[in-house]
């Protein structure tokens, strides 16, 4: 069974920094995607940026210059660098991967359980 492990998330004040960290653990050949999405309550969850195995990132509009999307394929882990928190940034950060292949599936997506950000005023 793959997991992803989600860490880095806490209490920062608006215009702070915080990095995000999450390692896929299982026996995987390899994963397409990786990256981050984010809820509120009572909101849906959106997608925050995402990167491919090549390199390849988007960024949700709203944080495009703020925040940076990385990976680093041999220990299957991707960060998100934050930078100039918002208020309203604040949310529950779950991490993403697709196209997970293992010694017994073909392919696969897989959710973190979320971290918490806060950003205060």
């Known amino acids: 069974q793959v997991q992803l492990v989600e860490s880095g998330g806490g209490l920062v004040q608006a215009g702070g920094s915080l990095r995000l960290s999450c390692t896929a653990s299982?026996?995987?050949?390899?994963?397409?995607?990786m990256g981050w999405y984010r809820q509120t309550t009572g909101k849906e969850r959106e997608l925050v940026a995402t990167?491919?195995?090549?390199?390849?990132?988007n960024y949700a509009e709203n944080v495009k210059g703020r925040f940076a999307i990385s990976r680093d394929n041999v220990k299957n882990t991707v960060y998100l660098q934050m930078n100039s928190l918002k208020v309203d940034d604040t949310a529950v950060y779950y991490c993403?991967?697709?196209?997970?292949?293992?010694?017994?599936?073909?392919?696969?997506?897989?959710w973190g359980r979320g971290t918490q950000i806060t950003v205060s005023p």
């Open positions: 993403y991967a697709d196209g997970i292949i293992t010694w017994i599936e073909l392919g696969a997506t897989s």
């Open positions: 299982g026996s995987i050949f390899s994963i397409s995607n």
């Open positions: 990167v491919s195995s090549g390199g390849a990132a």
